[in-house]
């Protein structure tokens, strides 16, 4: 790996298939930034037992997240790829950090409140620390660079404020080891792109998700060209035609959405696809969505197929990632013992 511009980390859950928002919200980028930065991409299944996961299924969709990985483009060779539960160093350090963060800094992230909901007392403690380990998955690799969603802004925010704790908690002791005062960096997020925050199918306020009950709620990165059709022409769209400009698309949800889609796909901006398809119909546009998704996921489908099919090849990358990733966080949780004390300070 070549350090480029920084160092990039970033990561999904290991929980059923991943789907088009996924595809364009993330996994098109961290191809793109595999150019420019070293680059370090995690399936982060210790993330996904915060909520009740069957073993079973659970190691299935480790593999298929896996899959889905390679088959974007993300290069094995060139990227370290693992499974977070394979790097021990991740959970050591979020410990570490669950004493760096404040109850307070905690009791304000709006995810949990959304996941939780009115079973707050029933949720794990596990999702209540979602935000620590995430910046333990960050910062055991001192990453400069976080490809993130809107909805996980804030939780970076959390680990660039955790960041910053440490490095002035100990600060002193940071400099009589004779290391960078600015031992942790603050990582800045990355969010690039035409369809960062790809919506549902059924519903343009909603986000698209694995979550969603219906099926036809998103694209699925394993659909087939006829699935993937019917999901498109069923879409829920509005009686108008297409406006000449983007900011035509102000208070069309659907619209705006599906605009959306096809800009990533091809590649381009909303303003260059309204250039071709202004004043359309959505019966006209669909079955150009409809063709271009094909053309773009079914490659990457057929891959998936295949790598899952024989699992040994993906085993064998994340096995060797794991080991990988290891050494580079098990550097900095050395180092972090050093400077809290744990362990003997090293002479300057």
């Known amino acids: ?41 995690c399936i982060v299944d210790l993330h996904a037992v915060t909520v009740a996961q069957d073993p079973k299924t659970l190691q299935s ?13 993300l290069d094995a060779k060139r990227s ?41 007392e029933n949720a794990s403690v596990g999702l209540f620390a979602y935000p620590t380990l995430m910046a333990a998955d960050i910062l055991a690799y001192k990453a400069t660079h976080v490809p993130v969603g809107e909805d996980q802004k804030q939780h970076l925010e959390l680990t660039r404020d955790i960041a910053q704790k440490f490095n002035t908690d100990f600060a002193e002791s940071i400099a009589d080891n004779g290391l960078d005062p600015d031992y942790f960096p603050l990582p800045e997020p990355v969010i690039t792109g035409a369809a960062t925050r790809v919506m549902s199918l059924r519903d343009g306020t909603n986000k698209m998700s694995k979550s969603d009950p219906s099926d036809m709620s998103r694209i699925n990165m394993t659909d087939s060209a006829d699935e993937i059709a019917q999901k498109i ?34 590649g381009t901006d909303k303003a260059a696809v309204l250039k071709e398809f202004g004043g359309a119909q959505f019966s006209a546009f669909k079955p150009a969505l409809a063709d271009i998704a094909v053309e773009v996921l079914s490659p990457i489908a057929g891959e998936i197929r295949r790598l899952t099919a ?38 300057v």
Not at 15 to 38: D, F, P, R
Not at 61 to 73: D, H, K, P, Q, T
Not at 80 to 97: D, G, K, M, R, Y
């Open 1 to 41: 790996m070549s350090a480029g511009q920084g160092r990039v980390f970033s990561g999904m859950q290991s929980t059923h298939s991943l789907h088009l928002g996924n595809y364009l919200g993330a996994m098109i980028n961290w191809v793109k930034m595999q150019e420019t930065h070293e680059c370090i991409y």
């Open 233 to 266: 022409r069923k879409a829920r769209t509005d009686p108008e035609p297409l406006p000449d400009s983007v900011e035509g698309l102000k208070e069309r949800a659907e619209a705006d959405n599906l605009i959306g889609l096809y800009a990533g796909l091809a």
């Open 61 to 73: 969709n480790i593999r298929e997240v896996a899959a889905a990985y390679l088959a974007s483009g």
């Open 80 to 120: 370290i790829i693992f499974n977070q539960s394979q790097v021990p160093q991740h959970a050591e350090l979020a410990w570490i950090f669950n004493c760096v963060a404040r109850m307070g800094w905690l009791n304000r992230m709006t995810q949990f409140k959304e996941k939780a909901g009115k079973n707050r």
């Open 310 to 347: 024989d699992p040994s090849e993906i085993d064998s990358i994340l096995g060797d990632g794991a080991e990988r990733a290891a050494a580079i966080a098990e550097a900095t949780l050395k180092e972090v013992k050093t400077v809290m004390g744990f362990v003997a300070s090293r002479p």
